[in-house]
């Protein structure tokens, strides 16, 4: 009797190493996914940098006259605008929306012409491209965006071409994305859930939270372990403060409905005639969102260009340097022209800005609760009410500040906002378009589908879920992220 080898004989042993924990499939994809979260770090890292080294050139402009982004704006508006009017398209706006329409449709050329490598690079460009004349825009979104696609693309290299498997790997590149564009790891994971995904599942829980480690550590080894906005000690007691909690969720969650609305651009009334008139000549009106930021940024004194990164740490910090009572106005007004031209960038950043600067003004009609805890609680409730990502919103105002006394306070504050802000905008702004982009995509197959097929009486063209497709007049143009 020939005698067996130790592993043969042994059941226990052969049943761990026959585990799927030490499936080659398996390794192969984490080291994928390990090896995408480090080049999404690092690129979101160099984004972040070259975003403070665009606006700082721009600053530089503003020395020599308050008056030259009344020409130069304007001019590079529409640059950006036409250059993203063919090929390029999908770089335009945020990028969040791309990449929920792209998890949720499992079209191999749909998600091409959305996370392609040139669209990725194309949008880090053109967005510090548009910071160095002053957009009202945040880095945020594209790092989203940039993410998703480089996670994308190296899943395609690594062999994983099915739908699914990819579908993971652009929702791990997302979280990454904007855990490594705030450095923090906690909101990456929980904004994937509630905003990218939509849902939780089990089988992508441990890849989130392995893509979203790993960008994590590689970007607090880069930058060190830092909050956003600094360490705020605020606190909340008890009693009449509470009211800040009811003022802010109220007026800042309202606030933030109103402008997911107005960039939104609804097929009725007012805004219908704003989203015709960028139908008709996409160039000129851009150049004229670019003409009315830079009026915008005469009348703030030059405050409201940018991220507004650096007034909405002013306010969180309490500093003596902040902008004016009408900074919060006049920054919501400069992020909704500057969406309004259709160029690349985000709106996390400057709603943060929005929200710190109508808490700093609420504030004042709260004499006896901290300042800096109403101005945390505005920039939670704003940015809920624009996202509707009460969730998120509460995780990352706690994250980019590093206070966890105003747990239960934020989290109510961006219940309550997401309340007040659906009066405007029922449905979340992010969700909004992508469905657009998800509509435009499945009536341009059933048009193709039609075309190929011999024509039948009483049969209207239906979207992939047999539903009916119906086109409106701007519907193409209210389709843009």
């Known amino acids: 009797m020939s005698a067996s080898s130790p592993q043969a004989s042994n059941p226990r042993l052969r049943a761990v190493l026959g585990h799927e924990f030490f499936a080659p499939y398996q390794w192969k994809r984490r080291i994928a996914l390990w090896s995408g979260a480090i080049v999404v770090a690092l690129a979101s890292i160099l984004f972040a940098k070259a975003s403070d080294w665009a606006y700082q050139l721009f600053e530089k402009l503003l020395t020599h006259g308050i008056w030259i982004p009344l020409i130069l704006t304007p001019l590079v508006f529409g640059l950006l605008c036409w250059v993203t009017e063919g090929r390029l398209r999908a770089a335009r706006g945020s990028g969040i929306p791309q990449v929920i329409a792209t998890i949720h449709v499992d079209d191999v050329g749909f998600r091409a012409k959305m996370l392609a490598l040139p669209i990725a690079v194309s949008k880090m460009v053109l967005t510090l491209l548009a910071l160095t004349v002053g957009a009202s825009i945040g880095r945020e979104g594209p790092t989203v ?3 998703a696609g480089l996670m994308h693309w190296l899943g395609r290299r690594f062999g994983f071409d099915d739908p699914k498997a990819l579908s993971r790997f652009i929702l791990a ?14 909101a990456g994971v929980v904004f994937a859930i509630e905003e990218l995904a939509g849902t939780f599942e089990h089988r992508f829980s441990g890849l989130l939270l392995t893509a979203v480690f790993v960008g994590g550590v590689v970007s607090m080894g880069i930058l060190g372990n830092y909050a ?10 008890l009693g009449h403060a509470w009211l800040a909690v009811l003022q802010c969720g109220i007026v800042c969650g309202l606030a933030g409905g109103l402008f997911a609305r107005l960039i939104l651009l609804s097929r009725q009334g007012p805004l ?3 989203g015709r008139l960028r139908e008709r000549n996409p160039v000129l009106f851009a150049v004229g ?12 004194h030059s405050t409201v260009y940018g991220t507004g990164y650096a007034q909405a740490r002013a306010f969180v910090q309490g500093a003596s340097d902040t902008p004016g009572e009408g900074f919060g106005a006049l920054k919501l007004l400069a992020n909704v022209v500057s969406y309004w031209a259709g160029i690349p960038g985000g709106i996390f950043s400057p709603a943060l800005a929005v929200g710190a600067g109508l808490g700093h003004n609420i504030a004042y009609f709260l004499p006896h609760a901290p300042e800096a805890a109403v101005v945390l609680l505005g920039m939670s409730a704003y940015l809920a009410g624009v996202t509707g990502a009460p969730l998120t919103s509460a995780v990352i105002a706690m994250e980019l500040t590093n206070n966890q006394d105003m747990v239960i306070p934020i ?12 009066i405007f905008s029922p449905t979340p702004v992010y969700k909004d378009f992508a469905e657009r982009m998800i509509r435009d995509f499945e009536r341009l ?16 063209a239906t979207s992939a879920y047999g539903e009916p497709v119906a086109r409106t007049e701007t519907e193409t143009e209210e389709s843009d992220p």
């Open 145 to 147: 965006h940039v993410g």
């Open 173 to 186: 590149g997302g979280a990454a994305g904007i855990a490594a564009a705030f450095n923090t790891p906690l």
């Open 228 to 237: 956003y906005f600094g360490t705020v000690q605020a606190s909340l007691p």
């Open 272 to 274: 219908a005639v704003v």
């Open 289 to 300: 969102c670019g003409l009315a930021l830079a009026v915008i940024g005469v009348l703030s």
């Open 411 to 422: 989290m109510a504050v961006c219940l309550l906002a997401r309340a007040a802000s659906s």
């Open 445 to 460: 197959q059933a048009e193709k589908h039609a075309s190929t097929s011999p024509p039948a009486e009483d049969i209207g």
